[in-house]
């Protein structure tokens, strides 16, 4: 671990200080701490509900008081986050208020809207990046794409919002992913073309293409990787095995591991 990494793990278990009354760490990807179109906010009380959490039980039921002095505000606002960020589906309640509610994170996140344009439109950043002129990468175009994703409030899911539409094409057709996305990529650059004076020729459906064979060789070699017992084991030169030896190489190592000699059938 890093100097980093130690000095974290003792802090959240209290081993540099006495003060330290909240312990312990919660795992979030970064795929959903980068999520588009959640705010910081929702954001918040989504990873409180994903920390607090039964792994066996499958659900946390803090009531929105505890959330509340968790976060350092008000239960009415607790209460607002927790109606958004379930009416994006990132978590299910259940139950009457108070400490009999119970809150489902989701564990289909990977089809979740949010999440497929989220991952894709950062995809696409990456793409852009390398068809881009020196001059053109100087120009702010990641602030202008910004502003495609972020829609003042009173436009959110309306004909100014093509961030929102496409969700709600997501939503609405969980089958036609692909197709969506496609046109969704199209949409970007067709902004910057408009907004920020570049063109670019992007083939999308190549470089998704391209990012599946990548994606496939990268999981080839963490297989190949994998190596059983054998095949790592470090090789013995031919001429260290007796000749009268008439032993399988994989008897013959077995026995030298455990210290033992070959011996002749």
């Not at 039964?54 to 927790?82: C, D, H």
């Not at 489902?104 to 995809?123: A, K």
């Not at 961030?163 to 949409?187: K, M, S, T």
């Not at 999308?204 to 990268?218: I, N, T, V, Y």
């Amino acid at each position: 671990m890093t100097k980093l990494d130690d000095y974290l793990s003792t802090l959240q278990a209290g081993e540099c200080s006495d003060l330290v009354q909240n312990r312990g760490y919660v795992k979030i990807p970064a795929c959903l701490r980068k999520m588009m179109r959640v705010t910081e906010e929702e954001k918040l009380v989504w990873f409180e509900i994903i920390s607090l959490t039964n792994s066996e039980w499958g659900y946390a039921n803090p009531t929105q008081q505890t959330l509340g002095m968790y976060l350092g505000v008000t239960t009415g606002t607790i209460s607002k986050r927790l109606k958004n960020i379930e009416a994006k589906d990132l978590i299910a309640s259940r139950g009457p208020k108070g400490r009999k509610r119970r809150y489902y994170p989701s564990l289909t996140l990977h089809t979740n809207p949010y999440f497929v344009l989220s991952e894709t439109f950062h995809w696409a950043l990456h793409v852009i990046a390398k068809h881009l002129s020196e001059s053109e990468a100087k120009a702010g175009w990641g602030d202008i794409l910004l502003q495609f994703v972020n829609v003042k409030e009173k436009d959110q899911f309306t004909s100014a919002d093509t961030y929102g539409n496409f969700l709600i094409e997501l939503q609405d057709n969980p089958d036609r992913v692909i197709e969506i996305r496609l046109r969704f990529l199209d949409a970007i650059t067709e902004y910057l073309k408009k907004h920020a004076k570049i063109y670019l020729v992007v083939d999308w459906k190549a470089e998704l293409e391209e990012s599946k064979q990548q994606k496939l060789m990268r999981e080839k070699k963490q297989r190949n990787g994998k190596k059983n017992y054998w095949t790592n084991y470090p090789k013995i030169p031919q001429t260290a095995i007796p000749r009268d030896y008439h032993v399988d190489d994989d008897e013959f190592l077995f026995e030298n591991e455990r210290g033992g000699k070959g011996k002749r059938k």
